[in-house]
């Protein structure tokens, strides 16, 4: 790979830079050289449950030191959607992490979180209808969430029915946790909302391009000099794809090239890791 055709990288993080607690090899050793030779690096992260004060802290850990202007985050990402393409929408019902809540709570939206209700008032299904009718929302907004239950999906099933706004951060079905142990991710809870509504989720975060599209209006760079570094084919290289610019898979993650076939685009370049763009 020629490096120097390209001014941007935008970097995934989990099964790119790191994969669970581990950094992956050789992935800030070529951070740090990309950062030498001049280029504009973004970090860009479907995880609803990372702050950037989060990113920057996990990267500092690692020996990057980036500033906020390079990180951006699905939570962040979502709140600033709702303000750009719904700037009606005042009122949410939230399934997702209290990281979540306090990203989407600094644009100063009101928030039923499904913690927040008392078990009681939905201790039936006649109850969580009741509860619907009598507390509506504008928009009911899903993250990855490890305290997910069945009743705070059939409530938020209400409300889509009812006519709330079905937004997600992401669709990624799994976390690659490391050792093949990967975790059920956020898209895993859209799915259980989708067929149980027959309504699909809008989408924020990769694989749309939402993310990417401020990116690009940031960086004044034009696409052929931008490349998108991470290693699922389902978000990561379809936004690239999505997006017209180039990518770079890496197979630390949860795509590998038997995976390849299944998709009507391919990545530009492909590596074992990071690493392996200097290679």
Not at 125 to 130: A, H, M, N, V, Y
Not at 154 to 162: C, H, K
Request: proline share 5%; with cysteine; charged share 20%.
């Amino acid at each position: 790979m020629d490096v120097d055709r390209y001014d941007v990288f935008i970097f995934d993080c989990d099964g790119v830079l790191w994969k669970g607690p581990s950094s992956i090899a050789g992935s800030f050793e070529s951070l740090q050289r990309l950062h030498s030779l001049g280029k504009k690096l973004y970090f860009l992260t479907n995880n609803s449950s990372k702050t950037p004060e989060d990113l920057l802290s996990q990267l500092g850990s690692y020996g990057y030191q980036a500033s906020p202007s390079q990180i951006y985050c699905s939570g962040i990402s979502t709140a600033l959607y709702l303000k750009i393409n719904h700037p009606d929408i005042k009122k949410l019902y939230l399934i997702g992490s209290d990281q979540f809540r306090s990203m989407l709570l600094r644009y100063d939206f009101e928030i039923i979180h499904h913690l927040d209700i008392e078990p009681a008032l939905l201790a039936a299904p006649e109850d969580i209808t009741r509860f619907a009718e009598n507390t509506p929302v504008d928009a009911i907004i899903v993250g990855w969430d490890v305290r997910f239950t069945y009743t705070a999906g059939a409530l938020g099933s209400v409300y889509i029915q009812n006519g709330a706004k079905f937004i997600a951060s992401n669709s990624d079905a799994y976390f690659p946790m490391g050792k093949g142990r990967d975790r059920p991710g956020c898209g895993a809870i859209v799915g259980f909302l989708e067929i149980a509504t027959n309504k699909k989720a809008e989408i924020v975060a990769k694989p749309k391009t939402f993310i990417l599209d401020m990116i690009m209006e940031e960086s004044k760079v034009p696409k052929e000099k931008v490349v998108m570094v991470g290693d699922s084919m389902e978000t990561d290289i379809r936004m690239a794809f999505n997006g017209g610019i180039d990518s770079v898979l890496v197979l630390s993650g949860a795509s590998q090239r038997e995976d390849l076939p299944r998709y009507e685009f391919s990545p530009t370049h492909i590596y074992e890791n990071l690493g392996g763009i200097f290679n």
